[in-house]
């Protein structure tokens, strides 16, 4: 099993929603991109949610998220896992991203949307309980994973959901 690392959020300080997931796939890990897969419905639905472009490029894209309030960050700084899927990480080695100083840091987050059960999962189990009390007072959302492994739901149904984070 290899230690992975996780990458800097895509954020900046007006952020008002935070989407995380629990850990970039080896896909993203090697092109250094969230949600890199080709078959991840991530960037389709966000595509589809903020009317942005297809042509344009990863920092293209993700300047239009932050440009519509929106952060993206992972639940794990660090983690050993064998391949891609979630069900895979050596739960004893987690490390979880440091949220209280994030936090600080984008004061205008309202509402964090995990990006499937696993991003929630870490979130509550390694995260809260050491989150500074203001913090733990928002808002929360599963919506359903963009990952090609949750192929329960068709895109159709998962963009639905995710509609959420624009209201």
Known sequence: MSLQT????????????????????????????????????FWPIMLALFNIDKELNYQQRCQCLVKNNVAVWDALKSCQRQGSLDQHIDTSSMIANDFNLFLQQHNQIQTIFFNGAKAEQVFKQHVVPNLDKPFKQLSQTRLPSTSPAHAAMTFEQKCQQWQQILL
């Open 6 to 41: 996780g990458f800097p959020a895509i954020a900046d300080k007006h952020a008002r929603i935070l989407i995380l997931g629990s850990m970039p796939s080896v896909k993203s890990l090697e092109k250094q991109q969230y949600y890199a897969h080709p078959r991840n419905a």
